[in-house]
């Protein structure tokens, strides 16, 4: 019995959600074609030094290894400045010394480049340098050495040869993409070329500098190509003047003054330049003819550095479009979203150049200063560029793409998709140390520059791999089978079988004679009996294939009811678990109610006990506040009560004889003056009212009483009360 591993419910309603829900639209399979897997990458940097032309000449260079290289300052420069001598060192991804040929620079830095190419991905890929430190020979070459374009074109087109789709079948759409037209289309479109006036100029025989490579034993065969794919090459080929665009295979005569384009950006936000014309090309011999023409309109200008400068940045494209075949080596669906579209930019810079040492003047001045502003813009977006990269906390610096041509036209290789390579050609003549300088610095911060690079998923349309290969050998007749240059074409398993055909119709006899009407019989006889064996082959050959057939029928009958019954088991499963699921659903719901109520009344409960300690914290204060008072009071009534009891002592202290005294003479004044006895009772009832008064007389206020007489002290004014009818009688202080 199979056990099922337990599962949690938040994921079993994740799984239900997956499977309710629509399937995406066209567009947005489209969308998700899109997607890239991204990858980051520093730029490539590569150094070449040109050769000194003379023993003589001083050099500022010296290589240490394959990746490092020390520039030095000379001791006497040029303009016999004396100068400290200084060393500086650069690390490369890989330095040519003077002595490597084309062919090393170009396995080197470009074939891998070629190969992305072919496998649908973007490159760049620049030369950099000064006025005659060899970009342009790196990038052309001559015609005993060709360069990087002639055999990216020669290579690419060996690695794809048999694999190109017929001309036309790929058309622009004049918005940096393309769309399959049919095949009728296509065929009207080939003959209207054939009578255009650049389709005859290209079918001269161009005598130029550059020719097709003829060290192609050189070149392998890349890898990565699918073989179930149909390819096609167009190439454009513009240049940057004075911050202007121009298209050098613009259409018309070679002394026409050409438009100037501008750039746009596309729907994947690839930036191209809008009109351009896009040349597809069957050959690197037409390619390299297209190169010719266009090359003839180039600005080109003599200089006191060199005699042939280019006065503006050139730039090749060469894009490859490609899209899957079926078995019948037909594209297997017109629809624009199978081409996938990978582009090579080759870039000869103009180089940077001091009008100090060039002696430009009017017109050249102009353009070297065209060319510098346009170097600095670039050197400046990268710069910014690496410091956005390595400072992720700070706020971005806005790249000045849109200040240069050349930059706005490559934005999105360095702000997002595509491999970067550039060659640094040096001078290491001592007179070009400065600019060396320069240079060198540009080159170690662009090493610094991280660019993702993009992988495109590829539109998948469900057929099966290889399925070009066993059309390919069932057109070829088993006796050419031993002629198959690769061993993993002799080793496809194909299923040659019979060819159903009786073979050549009747032949024609003439008869003139019997002797020829018997010939004629004895041919026909036995052509009809090949012809009746012919039948009875085909026949059995066919009553086998029909045998075969009903029982692989039966066969997949058989399969076909076995599956059907684990389907309906399936079924039956799937419902089981829905309702298992629904109603671990419902339960998941009741607790989710009861969870929510628990929470309110957490809630609730949490209020009330926030109030109450509000409430005793209010409370607490006021008892504070009580205390406080109280104590204060203490206080108060504790430093009353200490001055009383001061003022109690200072009164002890009085002499009691002199009171005494002073009571006495007046007891006998007073009773000389009281003789009588209603004078003794008046006396004695006005004691007694004294006596009560004395009660609420005042704390400081003391009787004294002595032989039946009664005196008031008031301590406060110092003075006694006698019984003669209630005078105050003021005395001294005692």
Known sequence: MMTRTPMKVTEMLQQRELRTQPLPSAKQTEKASNVLAKTREPVHVFCRLKPLLSDGDLCCVRVINSTKIILEQPFQVLDNKQAAQKETQYVFRHIFESQASQQDIFSAVAQPMVESLIRGHNGLLFTYGVTGSGKTYTMTGDANNQGIMPRCLDTLFRTISGYQAKKFIFKSDHLNSFEIQLEADARSDRHIENNQYFKRELKRKYA????????????????????????????????????????????????????????????NHN??????????????????????????????????????????????????????????????????????????????????????????????????????????????????????????????????????????LFKNYFDGEGQVSMIVCINPRAEDYDENVQVMKFAEMAQEVQIVRATPIKYNLGLASGRRKPNKIRKTPVSNLDGFD????????????????????????????????????????????????????????????????????????????????????LHTCYKKELDRSSALESKIRVHENSIDFLNNTVKRRERQIDDIKRQLKHQQTLLDKKDEEKENQRKTLNAKLTVERDKHNRLRKLKPATLEDSIRSKDENLSEQCSSREQSSAVESLRIAFVTTAKSTPRNTKYLTRRGTATVVDRRHRSFLTPDEGHIIKRSRI
Request: hydrophobic share 35%; with cysteine; net charge negative.
């Open 208 to 267: 130029g500098p550059l020719t097709p490579c003829q060290d192609s034993c050189d070149l392998t065969l890349l890898q990565g190509i699918n073989k179930d794919n149909m390819y096609a090459v167009f190439i454009t080929y513009v240049e940057v003047y004075n911050n202007s665009v121009y298209d050098l295979l613009e259409e018309g005569n070679v002394e026409k003054r050409l438009q100037s384009r501008i750039i746009r950006e596309d729907a």
């Open 271 to 408: 930036m191209f330049v809008h009109g351009v014309r896009e040349i597809e090309i069957e050959s690197a011999e037409e390619a390299i003819e297209v190169f010719q023409t266009g090359q003839k309109r180039k600005r080109m200008g003599h200089t006191v550095l060199n005699a042939e400068s280019s006065r503006s940045h050139s730039v090749f494209n060469i894009r490859l479009v490609q899209a899957p075949a079926n078995c019948q080596e037909e594209l297997a669906s017109p629809d624009a979203r199978t081409i996938t579209i990978g582009q090579l930019s080759l870039v000869d810079l103009a180089g940077s150049e001091r009008s100090s040492r060039t002696k430009n003047t009017g017109l050249r001045l102009r353009e070297a200063g065209n060319i510098n502003n346009s170097l600095l813009t670039l050197r400046t977006c990268l710069a910014y560029l690496r410091e956005n990269q390595q400072q992720t906390n700070a706020a971005p610096k806005i790249i000045p793409y849109r200040d240069a041509k050349i930059t706005h």
């Open 486 to 569: 690769n061993a993993e074409d002799k080793n496809v398993d194909a299923d040659v079988r019979l060819v159903y055909t009786l073979g050549l119709g009747f032949p024609e006899y003439k008869i003139d004679t019997p002797a020829q009407a018997e010939s004629s019989i004895q041919d026909l006889t036995q052509y009809l009996v090949r012809r009746t064996e012919r039948r009875k082959i085909l026949r059995t050959d066919l009553e086998s294939k029909f045998d075969g057939l009903r029982v692989h029928l039966m066969q997949m009958e058989k399969e076909n009811l076995s599956l059907n019954r684990e389907l309906d088991s």
